[in-house]
């Protein structure tokens, strides 16, 4: 079964982005199901895995960023441009580690499978 790991690096600062909630859903035919739920640390990570026995399907990862960027200041008013950041990926392979990582200012980001 397929282990799922995260980061969250904060581009504008230069920074690991701390105390961002990080949810997984699993996406199916009847809807979308919560798995588990973590918050970065320190160093943009959490201290497990969001999973470590997921079978090959569809998932969705929702990181919280919007509390991340109005308790690190820089005068954005509400509504922010980017709260809740959904990133929906694919696993083919349940044996593999799948680290889905993102990468964060106030007005972007971007993911890829990282190792």
Known sequence: ??????????????????????????IGVDGEKAISEIVTNDDGRGDRPLDDGLA???????FHVGDYF??????Q????????VPIRFGIRRAEDH??????????GYSTYRGS
């Not at 090959?56 to 929702?62: F, K, P």
């Open 77 to 84: 008013a509400d509504p922010l441009f980017l709260d809740v």
């Open 56 to 62: 090959d399907g569809v998932y969705e990862l929702r």
């Open 98 to 107: 799948y680290h889905v990582p993102l990468l964060i200012s106030p007005f």
């Open 1 to 26: 079964m397929a282990r799922l790991t995260t980061h969250i690096l904060d581009t504008a600062s230069g920074r690991p982005a701390s105390g961002v909630i990080v949810e997984l859903f699993a």
């Open 70 to 75: 109005r308790a690190a200041g820089g005068g």
